[in-house]
Each structure stands twice: as structure tokens, then as C-alpha cells.
């Protein structure tokens, strides 16, 4: 299944673990090329996830996700096996930007006055070296204005749940305080999502669609802090009603 939300002509879209071909532990919509699943069946699924949204899957830019903040502006479609090693992606071109997560979260930005959009992925060590302000900046000096930026934030795996050690917390919260949290039984946390969240209106940012899934929670999607070996989401974004 794909959830889809379209925003003042901006669209997002988020998958969950169902309708691909991969098999256990990776079933069955693992899109992610990098965690010990078939080729061909991760080929398959990413054919099949942006057909379902009505795209070509060779207007689908990937990243090689490293937990980092460098952003790369991409001007054309990408040739198999060229996802530049970033964690954050703009475009002004009628392109789709992709961000894999399994816990992590997903941060996508969209313009459609000024056609741009942006897409980061967000871990722990992303929200901390600032990945969304580095992505942030990128679409302002494509063009893109604050006020006119419509932002998602996806399925990840929420404060409640993400137990770190308190000296890890302290670390993150010395940066970032909104992400300070505490787990459901007590124990220090992270909100990487609330963290996010803040970012975002620091940089005036204030459209945001927010998912309410919990990654670790839901067992209708990919969760590394559960399952350590195990497929990934995708979240996309795109302007206008169909690539082409």
C-alpha cells in the first residue's frame, strides 16, 4: 500500500512493507538496494511502487544515503548506479526525489510556485549535523520562498520508542532541544521527528504534514530498531499530476 497526499499541487507519497515481490526478511515492498535483498526483485518493487503513483520510475532520484548534511542539486534524470552519496536532494527539474527509511525520518519540501522540490533523509546523526537546515537552504537558493514551501514529515520511529543513552541524548539536545524525549517506560530518548519539526519552523517553515506512524510500532512497515535485518520505505516528492 501507498499513501498518498497532495498539498497545493505538491505531491507525497509513502510506502509501507506490503505489495512487492521481495522475500522474508526483506518482504515485501523492500526498496532499498543496499541491505542483502535480490537486485532484480528490489528493480521490481521500485517499478512497481512508482507505477502505483503514476510514475515513470526512471524520473525516481535515488540517494546513497550516508548520514550526513551534504545536499546535491540534481538537473537531469539518473543513470543506474549513480545515487550521489548525500542525504538531502533538490530539484527545479519535473523530477521525483526519493529519500529510504526504516526508523529514520523522511523530511520532503516542496515550492510548486517556484517548481522546486527537496527531499532529506534524517537519522540521528543527520538531525545533528543539520541536514534539514543544509536541505532547507538548498531549495531557498533554487528559488523556493518559506511561505510558500509545503514540508512532510514521514513514518519514523517516534520519542516514545527511540531509547538512547542519556549521554547520546545530551549530545543531540545540546543541538537540537526539541528532539529531548523520553521513552513510554522511562528511559532517556530521542524525537527525531520533533526534532525535525523544529527545524522546519526555525526556518519558517510552517505548511507541515506530519505522519503519525511509528515505525517500530507498526508492523505494517520496515523497522531496523526491531528487526535489524529488514527491508526499506520510500518516501517521494514531485509536482504536478504525472512525470513524464
Given at each position: 500500500m501507498?499513501?498518498?497526499?497532495?498539498?497545493?499541487g505538491a505531491h507525497f507519497a509513502f510506502?509501507?512493507?506490503?505489495?512487492?515481490?521481495?522475500?522474508?526478511?526483506?518482504?515485501?515492498?523492500?526498496?532499498?538496494?543496499?541491505?542483502?535483498?535480490?537486485?532484480?526483485?528490489?528493480?521490481?518493487?521500485?517499478c512497481l511502487a512508482a507505477h502505483g503513483l503514476g510514475l515513470d520510475p526512471a524520473d525516481v532520484v535515488w540517494m546513497n544515503q550516508v548520514h550526513g548534511a551534504?545536499?546535491?542539486?540534481?538537473?537531469?534524470?539518473?543513470?543506474?548506479?549513480?545515487?550521489?552519496?548525500v542525504d538531502a536532494v533538490v530539484t527545479d527539474r519535473p523530477l521525483a526525489l526519493a529519500v529510504l527509511t526504516a526508523d529514520c525520518t523522511p523530511v520532503l519540501l516542496a515550492d510548486p510556485v517556484a517548481g522546486i522540490v527537496g527531499a532529506a533523509?534524517?537519522?540521528?546523526?543527520?538531525?545533528?549535523a543539520g541536514v534539514v537546515p543544509a536541505l532547507v537552504a538548498a531549495v531557498l537558493a533554487q528559488g523556493a520562498s518559506p511561505e510558500r514551501i509545503v514540508a512532510a514529515i514521514g513514518p519514523a520511529v517516534c520519542g516514545r520508542c527511540y531509547e538512547v543513552p542519556a549521554e547520546l541524548r545530551a549530545e543531540v539536545?545540546?543541538?537540537?532541544?526539541?528532539?529531548?524525549?523520553?521513552?513510554?517506560?522511562?528511559?532517556?530518548?530521542?524525537?527525531?521527528?520533533?526534532?525535525v519539526a523544529a527545524q522546519l519552523a526555525e526556518a519558517g517553515i510552517t505548511e507541515v504534514v506530519r505522519s503519525s506512524v511509528c515505525t517500530l510500532e507498526s508492523a505494517d512497515h520496515f523497522s531496523y530498531r526491531r528487526e535489524q535485518r529488514t527491508g526499506?520505505?520510500?518516501?517521494?516528492?514531485?509536482l504536478g499530476s504525472e512525470l513524464s
Open positions: 501507498i499513501e498518498q497526499r497532495i498539498r497545493n510506502t509501507d512493507r506490503w505489495g512487492g515481490v521481495s522475500t522474508a526478511p526483506y518482504g515485501e515492498l523492500n526498496l532499498g538496494g543496499a541491505v542483502g535483498d535480490d537486485p532484480a526483485a528490489v528493480r521490481e518493487n521500485r551534504e545536499v546535491a542539486v540534481v538537473a537531469e534524470r539518473q543513470q543506474p548506479g549513480e545515487a550521489p552519496a533523509h534524517a537519522g540521528r546523526p543527520g538531525l545533528a539536545t545540546a543541538l537540537v532541544p526539541a528532539a529531548y524525549a523520553q521513552t513510554s517506560w522511562g528511559t532517556p530518548a530521542l524525537d527525531v521527528p520533533g526534532g526499506r520505505l520510500a518516501s517521494y516528492v514531485w
